[in-house]
């Protein structure tokens, strides 16, 4: 169904003019209301209450359906996260998490605060039901009541939302980690009110690393420091769970420093790739050729972009920056991944900096010359690279981390497989 038939039923349904119900349902679904809500939202102004006109029915957690329209739950808290979102130019804070019952676990949202915390067993009456992500979810607005109810609901659950970083996924909400800060670094980006500071690094605990961003800069987030934050969210970022702290988001130090991960998973590339994305996994493979684009490269001042020709595809014509990076494929057998270097690998590879690089280009009168130097140096070199793997339309990327021959003795496996082919020739 259109915008324009959700509107004119909710016209005909309410009594009200058609256009200004479909301006609001615009203006709502423009700021990523889900439609549903935004109905509910239009439903209200007109004084048409929760529309279905049917009361809502008590039920076990598991029993409920997007079918159902408003339901009455028994259920014990199980996180609150808090998140400012904006709402028809406005910020609203808003609470959401998951509760359960005997029965199963569900995802919440709510409108307004209702003063619960996690653990406390509640009745929720008159709540939405929204279908989210292909599952229910309870909308919690301001036709819901909250009340404590008579009896705690005992769930099968962890209460609390403490989690290590190896189980979260995205769509969590209202998670604490106990984490060391492996990386951090302040940049500016474009926000939706203007240029904002914001911190983005690397957190690990004994489980897993992760990317994280901190909306709301909190000072204690320096490099090395173990901390316990409360209260973040997770989203997908290139296909990895990234962690999310905001202004509610509470950072405390702990007292003894948090055992980091220090090695990465190693897969075959294809099973990497088929993940859709790894923050931190190792491969290992044959560098069979190296890209176009890489050696001595100019970017972009503004965006840090690759630029050709002296021209930004955002920023048109601009004054390069000089750097150095190698885009490589490596190739175990099982897949291809892109392997992309940034300037410290490609100066140990290349054995000189962006100077020594520029100088040689000079000289040759052909910046090319710096890309053939790397491939002789790497191609038909088998690597082991760690790094983060994302995965696109335009392929599989592994921004690495450590470029390392590989400690496999190649003398050793050249034996091995001189070894099959002599048997499949006997067997022969
Ligand atoms: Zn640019």
């Not at 939302?161 to 670094?185: F, K, S, Y």
């Amino acid at each position: 169904m259109q915008l324009d038939d959700h509107a004119e039923e909710l016209a005909s349904a309410l009594g009200v003019d058609k256009e200004e119900v479909k301006s609001d349902l615009e203006n709502l679904v423009q700021y990523s209301v889900p439609l549903d809500e935004a109905k509910q939202s239009i439903r209200r102004k007109h004084g048409g209450g929760s529309g279905g006109g049917s009361s809502p029915s008590t039920k076990d957690v598991a029993d409920v359906t997007p079918e159902d329209g408003s339901v009455n739950v028994t259920a014990t808290v199980l996180t609150v996260g808090t998140r400012t979102i904006r709402y028809q130019g406005d910020d609203i804070t808003i609470r959401e998490g998951e509760l359960a019952d005997e029965t199963g676990k569900l995802s919440y949202t709510s409108w307004q605060d209702f003063g619960f915390e996690a653990g406390d067993s509640v009745t929720v009456g008159n709540a939405n039901v929204r279908e989210w992500d292909g599952n229910p979810e309870l909308n919690l607005n301001d036709s819901t009541t909250v009340a404590m109810a008579d009896e705690s609901v005992a769930v099968d659950y962890p209460v609390g939302g403490d989690a290590d970083l190896i189980d979260l996924e995205p769509g969590d909400r209202g998670r604490n980690v106990e984490v060391q800060v492996l990386e951090v670094e302040e940049r500016t980006i474009d926000g939706r009110d203007g240029e904002t500071e914001i911190l983005s690094g690397v957190l690990s605990d004994e489980s897993a690393r992760l990317p994280f961003t901190d909306w709301n800069p909190h000072e204690e987030l320096s490099e090395g420091a173990s901390l316990r934050i409360e209260d973040v969210y997770i989203r997908e970022f290139r296909g990895v769970p990234s962690i999310n702290l905001s202004e509610f988001t509470t950072v405390t130090e702990l007292p003894t420093p948090v055992e980091v991960k220090e090695s990465a998973p190693r897969l075959d590339i294809r099973e990497a790739v088929d993940t859709g994305g790894m923050f931190d996994v190792e491969v290992v493979g044959n560098l069979i050729a190296v890209r176009d684009g890489s050696g001595l490269i100019e970017r972009c001042p503004e965006c840090a972009r690759v630029i050709q020709n002296g021209q930004c595809r955002s920023h048109g014509a601009v004054e390069g920056e000089d750097d150095l990076r190698v885009k490589g494929i490596l190739d175990d057998g099982s897949d291809t991944v892109t392997v992309v270097l940034d300037a410290e690998l490609t100066e140990e590879i290349y054995g000189g900096d962006v100077a020594d690089a520029k100088e040689a280009a000079r000289e040759a009168m052909d910046k090319e010359v710096v890309a053939d130097d790397i491939r002789e140096e790497i191609v038909g070199r088998e690597f082991r690279v760690r790094g983060n793997l994302s995965v696109d339309e335009y392929g599989a990327n592994l921004d690495a981390d450590e470029f390392v021959e590989s400690d496999d003795d190649p003398a050793e496996r050249a034996r091995e497989l001189l070894a099959v082919v002599s048997t499949e020739e006997v067997g022969a």
